[in-house]
């Protein structure tokens, strides 16, 4: 079955990665290659295992469009980032594997990745890929 392990960031955590000022430390060119190694290496290492089936990180909050309901017939299109929005969706992996707990141990050496932050505010959400209308089960 495939999976889709979900990572999660804020417009100040891609602040912080490109150096920009925030109310927390800016990382350094050297935590943001340690991050892209570790991301590398956990990336191939699905390809080896034969679980890789797509990833892509996403752009900054800051280049997000939201499209929703209907002002006046016409649909309302809002710009990032939204300040009712503490954190998005930053980038995402497919993995295709034998069940929802492989799954779930691959995405928790996520947890492992370096961050000159505070780590323990990392979350990264793991949900089955519906492949057909049966897989909607609720």
Known sequence: MKYMIMLYGSQQDYDQMAGKPTDKPAWSPDDVAAMHAFMEKWNNDLVESGEFVEAHGLTAPVHTRRIHGLKDGAPVVTDGPYPETQEVLAGYNIVECESFDRATELAAR?????????????????????????????
């Open 110 to 138: 996520l947890t492992k990745c370096p961050n000159p932050g505070d780590a323990t505010d990392l979350y990264v959400d793991v949900r089955p890929v519906a492949e057909g209308h049966d897989d909607f089960d609720v």
